[in-house]
């Protein structure tokens, strides 16, 4: 069974801080996804990564930056929190030997004050 | 571009009931085609996708997805629903078969009242 997690389960940030979401998978999937959770907006993606050291924008990269330093991590990082990026985030792994299925963590529940 | 469209954001059904949830997609080449399900606090697990051949594929827990190119539409199905089957459903497009960019519905949430 594909496994990742992330950390942490829930933030509370404040506007302007900097804030870091971290995602581990140990399935050995190549690629990596970073996407919110808004109502009405089903999931859009932010940024992703095709292995370690790289990384890509997605439809909804402003405000964010990616750090993917080893296979089995990546990063999301808000440099400067506002209000608009609370939401709930979901990191994926897949590809390789995952093929095309995405798999998914838990989430993580931030609130930027 | 490519979208995809779920036109119920909500659904009831009683226990016992059959269910069916509707998808239409847009995209002008082949389409990779996936639902999602979204249990409560949880992320989204793979409940059954579609690349070619039958139009009818089969998922996990009875649930299975038809196929239909006239009419752009993937529609998902189960004969008979649980009430572990609340949850939210993701209907999922993806334009290469890698799955690299997947671009989702807004997903309908399914109501199992016993």
């Known amino acids: 069974e594909a496994a990742v997690t992330q950390s942490p389960r829930n933030k509370v940030a404040v506007t302007g801080g900097k804030v870091t979401l971290s995602c581990n998978q140990t399935?050995?999937?190549?690629?990596m996804y970073w996407y919110r959770q808004d109502t009405g907006h089903g999931l859009r993606l932010i940024h992703y990564?095709?292995?370690?050291?790289?990384?890509e924008k997605g439809d909804i990269p402003d405000g964010y930056k990616a750090s993917r330093p080893s296979q089995e991590n990546f990063s999301l990082i808000l440099e400067l929190a506002t209000p608009s990026q609370t939401s709930v985030y979901f990191c994926?792994?897949?590809?390789?030997?995952?093929?095309?299925?995405?798999?998914f963590g838990p989430g993580t529940r931030l609130l930027v004050l | 571009a490519q979208s995809v469209t779920q036109p119920d954001a909500r659904v009831t059904v009683s226990e016992g009931a059959s269910l069916q949830l509707r998808c239409k997609y847009s995209?002008?080449?082949?389409?990779?085609l996936f639902w999602y399900v979204q249990y409560p606090r949880q992320g989204l697990q793979l409940l059954l996708k579609?690349?070619?051949?039958?139009?009818v594929v089969q998922g996990v827990n009875g649930f299975e997805a038809e196929f239909s190119k006239s009419n752009s539409s993937f529609h998902l199905r189960k004969a008979s629903v649980h009430w572990s089957d609340s949850a939210v459903y993701f209907c999922?497009?993806?334009?290469?078969?890698?799955?690299?960019?997947?671009?989702f519905g807004i997903g309908t949430r399914v109501l199992v009242r016993p």
């Open positions: 579609y690349y070619s051949g039958d139009p």
């Open positions: 999922v497009l993806s334009f290469n078969s890698a799955g690299n960019k997947l671009t």
């Open positions: 990564s095709y292995g370690a050291g790289s990384t």
């Open positions: 995209y002008s080449g082949t389409p990779y």
């Open positions: 994926a792994s897949g590809g390789g030997t995952g093929g095309n299925t995405q798999y």
């Open positions: 399935n050995n999937h190549n690629n």
